[in-house]
């Protein structure tokens, strides 16, 4: 069956799934969209909170299904996990996700293998490498959201500081999602000005401490794993949403997501976020990033670290 790219599907209805489905509403991208959740009220509870308010929006077709209404989506948006509980260590918490999403990705494999697939869910590195093992398709249409609200956040934050515009500082966060990630500062730019460079302009002739605190911050959120936190999920919805216009208007944008690697910088055969092309078939080819010799060392360990959780996890989840 072709599939219907204005038609996009919301895999899990919790609180990151309810934001990114509020989100992808108010974009105007798509004229359908199916709720699922292996709690059909919730599904529907969701749904109708959001169809009371088409006639603020462009107009869209909103409301709860099941795995069948999946079989035309052209975005298949994968929101559903489980809460980490205070009991729950780090790898107790992973591999219950991987068992999530290995119950999941089979039942959607039997009605669509044409849609792309973005990954929300936490772990999302390791959830997206696990992706690629349960349903055969090309890799460029599994997507993690990877790091792209973690760059936002770095951009945010120096942007603050410099006061300029945060759209107009360059730069990514690249590696896991999570405590290992890597601020690529010697690369960074504020409008193509080198960014220690643009500190010393605005009279921060060594910005060494801050940018430390920075990508500290940073890595605390993106450490720890859960998008169920009360203070994150408006976040990624909104970096659900920039992926799936990227996709939709086949922009060729470049967004640090997760996707596997194929040998770039000697890493090979995970899923890792790092600066790729989206567009209309997902990712097109990934976006080489300068970097100094001790970025790369960190990137390294941060690939070495995801590495070490997929060979764990996944040779259980067979």
């Not at 605005?202 to 890595?219: A, H, T």
Request: charged share 25%; with cysteine; glycine share 8%.
């Amino acid at each position: 069956m072709a599939v219907n790219m204005r038609k996009v599907a919301i895999v899990g209805c919790g609180r990151s799934g309810s934001a990114v489905s509020f989100a992808l509403m108010q974009s105007g991208l798509f004229s359908e969209m199916v709720l699922v959740d292996s709690l059909a009220g919730k599904a529907d509870r969701v749904a109708h909170d959001l169809a009371y308010g088409i006639s603020f929006v462009k107009p869209m077709n909103i409301y709860a299904g099941g795995y069948d209404d999946l079989a035309d989506a052209g975005i298949i948006v994968m929101t559903a996990g489980e809460p980490r509980l205070s009991t729950d260590s780090r790898m107790e918490y992973i591999r219950k996700n991987v068992t999530v999403l290995e119950r999941i990705i089979p039942k959607i494999a039997e009605k669509n293998t044409e849609a792309i697939f973005l990954i929300v869910t936490n772990p999302v590195d390791i959830l997206t490498y696990s992706a690629l093992k349960y349903i055969e398709i090309p890799e460029s249409r599994i997507i993690g959201i990877g790091t792209i609200l973690d760059t936002a956040r770095v951009k945010y934050l120096v942007g603050k500081k410099l006061n300029v515009d945060p759209r107009n500082v360059h730069g990514f966060v690249v590696g896991e999602h999570g405590k290992s990630e890597v601020a690529i500062w010697s690369s960074a730019r504020v409008s193509g000005v080198p960014l220690r460079d643009f500190f010393e302009m605005r009279g921060y002739p060594d910005p060494d401490d801050f940018l430390k605190s920075v990508i500290k911050e940073v890595r605390k959120d993106a450490g720890d794993l859960s998008y169920r936190k009360d203070d994150t999920f408006f976040g990624v919805a909104m970096a659900a949403r920039r992926v799936c216009e990227a996709i939709i208007r086949d922009e060729k944008a470049v967004l640090s997501v997760s996707s596997l690697m194929y040998g770039a910088f000697d890493i090979d055969g995970i899923a890792l976020s790092m600066p790729a092309v989206i567009g209309a078939g997902g990712v097109e080819c990934l976006v080489p990033v300068e970097m100094n010799d001790d970025e790369l060392e960190e990137v390294l360990k941060s690939a070495a670290t995801v590495k070490s959780i997929v060979d764990d996890v996944l040779g259980e989840a067979r």
